[in-house]
């Protein structure tokens, strides 16, 4: 009788084991495959179901306004301390701005829950840094975007944000570096300083949908392309706090809103 060499007995045993595990790791795969839930294309890749969605607008309306101030006011300045021939000796205070008519520059007038409209367009902003002031003094822009902070004025700026969303920064520009640029990934309102000329102060406020407006030096404000619908408008000032309104807007049609503010009205938070 002729003996199989060891070799081959030993050759055919690693074959079936191989083709046994081979069986056991696509059967593991494949019910592991069943257990994962399947992805849909309705869902946002942040996961959020309530999140913010691009979408085409058909017959959209306009949201327009104005932010007038009701009570005693009058302007206040702050004194300059340091390079004061460049950054001259005295500044008005940005903290509240109205015009003689009773207009309130700098309110942020927004839609707070829109679920889907026109298309978040993400901007390369600007906060210049001219004559020791920040211009514009709130700036307001999309999730995503960039800041280009410029200095102009030939001597040394550091910006200094107060974040709490987004990574903090405390950037030194000196005379020489004209820009620099940050990006902002989420949606906060942030108070941004100069550690060097104390009196320099802004806000950034970033936004998780394309409908927002600053109020201009007259008051106004407006909201283009929105989608027919209730929404509840939302207005914020870093001094006279943050109010509400209910807003329909109708398809094709613009819609007039007035804010009217006051230091001590009630609902101001």
């Not at 999140?51 to 007038?68: D, H, L, P, S």
């Not at 004194?79 to 701005?97: F, M």
């Not at 970033?206 to 008051?219: K, Q, R």
């Not at 209910?246 to 001590?264: A, G």
């Amino acid at each position: 009788m002729t003996q199989k060499p060891q070799s081959h007995r030993f050759s055919t045993v690693i074959l079936v084991f191989s083709l046994l595990l081979f069986w056991s790791c696509g059967k593991e795969q494949e019910e592991s495959s069943a257990e994962k839930p399947a992805s849909t294309a309705e869902t946002p890749a942040t996961g959020d179901a309530t999140a913010y969605r691009a979408a085409a607008v058909q017959n959209g309306g306009t949201i327009f306004g104005k932010v007038t101030f009701k009570g005693k006011w009058s302007p206040s300045t702050i004194s300059v301390t340091k390079d004061q021939e460049v950054c001259g000796k005295s500044k008005k205070n940005p903290a509240l701005l109205v015009s003689e008519d009773e207009e309130v520059q700098d309110a942020v007038v927004y839609i707070t829950d829109i679920k889907q409209g026109k298309k978040i367009e993400q901007q390369k902003v600007t906060l210049d840094q001219k004559a020791c002031e920040y211009h514009p003094h709130v700036l307001a822009f999309p999730a995503g975007s960039t800041v280009e902070i410029k200095n102009p004025d030939g001597v040394l700026h550091n910006i200094h944000s107060y974040s709490e969303k987004n990574d903090p920064f405390n950037m030194a520009q000196p005379k020489f570096k004209k820009t620099l640029t940050v990006t902002i990934e989420k949606p906060e309102i942030i108070s941004v300083k100069c550690d060097v000329h104390g009196w320099m102060s802004g806000w950034f406020f970033v936004t998780e949908n394309p409908y927002f407006s600053v109020s201009d030096s007259a008051g106004t404000f407006k909201l283009t392309d929105v989608p027919p619908g209730t929404y509840t408008l939302d207005l914020w000032h870093e001094t006279l706090g943050k109010v509400s309104q209910k807003v329909t807007v109708k398809p094709k049609e613009e819609v007039k809103v007035i804010f009217e503010l006051s230091k001590k009205q009630p609902g101001v938070t």
